[in-house]
């Protein structure tokens, strides 16, 4: 069982920046893909990045958002630099200990999310 802790959230200003962190439960935390999602209101929840052994992002936030992870932590990272509105979103960490990317369905694990508001 892996428990997920989402944190960094708020409110800001277009330009600005945040990070968000995700603290992960459990020994075998390593072994773990580690993405990030969001969903905005009245939409699909939405890949935005994902690391293992490789990193995905999704294409609108390529350049502005990175994802990192800190193993003796057991915590990944997204920050988010140069947001948008269209930023505006719950974010949610997920964790799959199987192959996976883009799919929410592929991932086992989630927190319970953090809002994230990027006013123009």
């Known amino acids: 069982q892996v428990q997920l802790v989402e944190s960094g959230g708020g409110m800001v200003q277009a330009g600005g920046s945040l990070r968000l962190s995700c603290a992960a439960s459990?020994?075998?935390?390593?072994?773990?893909?580690m993405g990030w999602f969001r969903q905005a209101p009245g939409k699909e929840r939405e890949f935005v990045a994902t690391?293992?052994?490789?990193?995905y992002y999704t294409d609108s936030v390529k350049g502005r958002f990175t994802i990192s992870r800190d193993y003796a932590k057991n915590t990944v990272y997204l920050q988010m630099n140069s947001l948008k509105p269209e930023d505006t979103a719950v974010y949610y960490c997920?964790?799959?200990?199987?192959?996976?990317?883009?799919?929410?369905?592929?991932?086992?694990?989630w927190g319970q999310g953090t809002q994230v508001t990027v006013s123009s």
């Open positions: 459990g020994r075998t935390f390593r072994s773990y893909a």
């Open positions: 997920a964790a799959a200990m199987g192959t996976a990317v883009d799919d929410s369905r592929e991932y086992d694990y």
């Open positions: 690391i293992r052994r490789s990193i």
